[in-house]
């Protein structure tokens, strides 16, 4: 079923449900300017953050509401490539297009090649579809990868002109909204083109970083800022809560009081590992040295065990939470989903684990 069609033109407003609106700060909306522009170039007045700026702000959006975490820092994330690499004619387009006295308008973004461009005077032809497009009925431009005869390019759409598809019908990370959208020959001029491999005509340090080190931030963030909301509210639940035949409240039993605090420990320490590793991408990017794969192989392993010790947590409070938490609108159960849907990104894979030890064994892959 398609919601919205070219030439559709509804509300941007929040779309949270009305279940979980009490704690909806509106995060999403583009009034956050802190959020927003987090890694604008500076050329928008941008903040262009470092690594470990980006993580601390989406972990705690995402401590409050993890979809609404999700979708700030992902329509961030594709805002600021888009505003980045555009051409000159491109980004003079889209900036004037920005409503509202913002330097820039809000995006969506698909970045697989899940489209075909075909060659057209002055432009492509591009058709395709393409899923998990978080934030599109909150986005004014989208981005969405394409295999061409030039080879891969992204090619930056009006919202406009394509269809978006109800398809977000799934536990976890339901607020995010993250339709499919497709589109038939839709003409693409060269000048909202761009090509990830080579260099951005905008932007300082974090532009010239490679593409996973520069989202790293975002998976680490959301993952461990749900599982610290779903400890948060573990704590305040087991307050002299006696479950039925019950010797002690969950709050004086020796046994729960160990499984909160090994809990909070690996969410530190996994929160220490992420710090380390972003810390040092951004110290060799300021340095103008190259980030190495070996290095951003290790980042996303750290997302990885990010992501892995988030579930944990979250599947251990939502254990522990009583029969209430069975209830969809009660926050451990919202964590508990939101935990396990952020895992299913292709930033977080055990491959990278694999690729962290053969470089230990001395068996880098070529």
């Known amino acids: 079923m398609s919601i919205r069609s070219p030439g559709w033109s509804g509300s941007?407003?929040?779309?949270?449900?009305?279940?979980?609106?009490?704690?909806?700060?509106?995060?999403?909306?583009?009034?956050?300017?802190?959020?927003?522009?987090?890694?604008?170039?500076?050329?928008?007045?941008?903040?262009?953050a470092d690594l470990r700026t980006q993580f601390l702000t989406t972990e705690a959006a995402s401590r409050k509401d993890g979809?609404?975490?999700?979708?700030?820092?992902?329509?961030?994330?594709?805002?600021?490539?888009?505003?980045?690499?555009?051409?000159?004619?491109?980004?003079?387009?889209?900036?004037?297009?920005?409503?509202?006295?913002?330097?820039?308008?809000?995006?969506?973004?698909?970045?697989?090649?899940?489209?075909?461009?075909?060659?057209?005077?002055?432009?492509?032809?591009?058709?395709?579809?393409?899923?998990?497009?978080?934030?599109?009925v909150d986005a004014a431009w989208v981005v969405a990868g394409c295999n061409s005869e030039l080879g891969p390019r992204w090619a930056v759409i009006p919202v406009e002109q394509v269809t978006v598809h109800d398809t977000w019908q799934v536990s976890g990370l339901e607020e995010t909204l993250s339709h499919d959208y497709s589109v038939d020959n839709v003409f693409v001029p060269h000048s909202r083109l761009f090509d990830l491999s080579q260099p951005p005509p905008r932007g300082g340090i974090l532009h010239r970083l490679p593409m996973y080190a520069l989202i790293s931030p975002d998976h680490c963030g959301v993952s461990l800022g749900i599982a610290r909301r779903a400890l948060d509210e573990l704590a305040i639940a087991a307050a002299g809560k006696n479950r039925l035949t019950s010797a002690a409240p969950l709050d004086e039993r020796p046994a729960f009081q160990r499984d909160l605090g090994q809990a909070d420990t690996k969410l530190r320490a996994a929160r220490a590992l992420v710090l380390e590793v972003l810390d040092e991408i951004w110290a060799a990017g300021a340095a103008g040295e190259p980030v190495e794969d070996e290095l951003v192989q290790r980042a996303r392993a750290a997302a990885t065990h990010a992501a892995d010790t988030a579930v944990e947590a979250a599947s251990m409070a939502y254990r522990r939470g009583g029969g209430t938490v069975l209830y969809q609108d009660h926050p451990l159960n919202q964590c508990f989903r939101d935990a396990h849907a952020a895992t299913q990104h292709v930033h977080v894979t055990d491959e990278m684990y694999e690729l962290v030890g053969a470089n230990l064994l001395g068996k880098a892959p070529d």
């Open 67 to 136: 979809s609404a975490g999700w979708n700030e820092t992902f329509t961030t994330t594709s805002a600021a490539i888009a505003a980045a690499r555009l051409p000159e004619e491109g980004f003079a387009e889209v900036a004037a297009s920005a409503t509202g006295g913002a330097a820039w308008p809000p995006f969506a973004g698909t970045f697989p090649m899940s489209g075909r461009a075909v060659a057209a005077p002055d432009g492509v032809v591009l058709t395709g579809r393409w899923g998990f497009a978080s934030g599109i």
């Open 12 to 48: 941007r407003a929040c779309r949270c449900s009305s279940a979980r609106r009490d704690r909806c700060e509106c995060s999403m909306n583009s009034d956050s300017p802190s959020l927003l522009t987090l890694k604008l170039p500076k050329e928008l007045g941008g903040l262009e």
